[in-house]
């Protein structure tokens, strides 16, 4: 097992999504880092790039006692999975969250003008979506999902980034237990098959009545997967 786990947030989001699986797990007595990807909270002013993304998990595995468990959701789980794929020896086993599908570059296209589109509504556009995320979730999870600002400027160069993964090749190369967790009504489930057909070592959950940002709709089941996960992980 490890004792070292860390946690790649979602885009436009931060580290503060994290906060409620942060908790619990240092509470269990891990040592969890959590860190900014360029662009996003603490290094809003940062421009996001893909050099910069796999840097910052370089870094953050590099500053861990022991090989950890990687995790990531969304773009921190398509960051997963690619850094997992090209980074052997390095980590003790991998969780790629609400990203299991095969996005290609018209489709991340079409899904960064969806993220964008609610930005050209006159208004506050922060504001405005940090309510919707409320509605669908908690007070409480948009506040976590926020809580380090809503990142700008952004987008672009995330869906370039993402269009540019042969993700399931890097599946193929991961060479430590990998679990996908989905959340029941992700949309991006669409490939999840794919995914664990692809693993050397591959396990998918499912979390009920969850959306695409699983570990705020049920925060303390995924506390419990990433306990079970970096007890199960065996360094390579």
């Given at each position: 097992?490890?004792?070292?786990i860390?946690?790649?947030?979602?885009?436009?989001?931060?580290?503060?999504?994290?906060?409620?699986?942060?908790?619990?797990?240092?509470?269990?007595?891990?040592?969890?880092?959590?860190?900014?990807?360029?662009?996003?909270?603490?290094?809003?002013?940062?421009?996001?790039?893909?050099?910069?993304?796999?840097?910052?998990?370089?870094?953050?595995?590099?500053?861990?006692?022991?090989?950890?468990?990687?995790?990531?959701?969304?773009?921190?789980?398509?960051?997963?999975?690619?850094?997992?794929?090209?980074?052997?020896?390095?980590?003790?086993?991998?969780?790629?969250?609400?990203?299991?599908?095969?996005?290609?570059?018209?489709?991340?296209?079409?899904?960064?003008?969806?993220?964008?589109?609610?930005?050209?509504?006159?208004?506050?556009?922060?504001?405005?979506?940090?309510?919707?995320?409320?509605?669908?979730?908690?007070?409480?999870?948009?506040?976590?999902?926020?809580?380090?600002?809503?990142?700008?400027?952004?987008?672009?160069?995330?869906?370039?980034?993402?269009?540019?993964?042969?993700l399931l090749?890097?599946?193929?190369?991961?060479?430590?237990?990998?679990?996908?967790?989905?959340?029941?009504?992700?949309p991006?489930?669409?490939?999840?098959?794919?995914?664990?057909?692809?693993?050397?070592?591959?396990?998918?959950?499912?979390?009920?009545?969850?959306?695409?940002?699983?570990?705020?709709s049920?925060p303390?089941?995924?506390?419990?997967i990433?306990?079970?996960c970096?007890?199960?992980?065996?360094?390579?």
């Open positions: 097992m490890t004792r070292s860390v946690l790649i947030h979602a885009v436009r989001s931060s580290r503060t999504m994290w906060k409620g699986q942060r908790r619990r797990l240092r509470e269990r007595g891990y040592q969890v880092i959590v860190p900014d990807l360029p662009g996003h909270g603490r290094r809003h002013d940062e421009p996001f790039t893909l050099e910069g993304a796999l840097a910052t998990i370089d870094a953050a595995v590099a500053a861990c006692e022991e090989p950890p468990l990687l995790v990531g959701l969304s773009l921190g789980g398509y960051l997963t999975v690619h850094w997992a794929g090209t980074h052997p020896g390095r980590l003790a086993g991998a969780v790629a969250a609400d990203c299991t599908i095969v996005p290609g570059p018209a489709m991340a296209r079409l899904y960064g003008l969806w993220l964008t589109m609610k930005d050209w509504l006159p208004g506050d556009s922060d504001a405005r979506v940090a309510r919707s995320f409320a509605r669908r979730h908690t007070r409480k999870a948009a506040k976590r999902y926020y809580g380090g600002g809503r990142a700008h400027g952004v987008v672009s160069a995330v869906v370039r980034a993402v269009g540019s993964f042969d090749a890097d599946v193929t190369r991961i060479d430590v237990p990998i679990t996908f967790v989905n959340g029941e009504h992700d991006f489930r669409r490939h999840e098959a794919l995914f664990l057909e692809a693993a050397r070592d591959g396990e998918l959950v499912i979390l009920q009545d969850a959306g695409h940002i699983a570990n705020l049920r303390k089941r995924f506390a419990k990433l306990h079970r970096a007890g199960q992980a065996v360094s390579a």
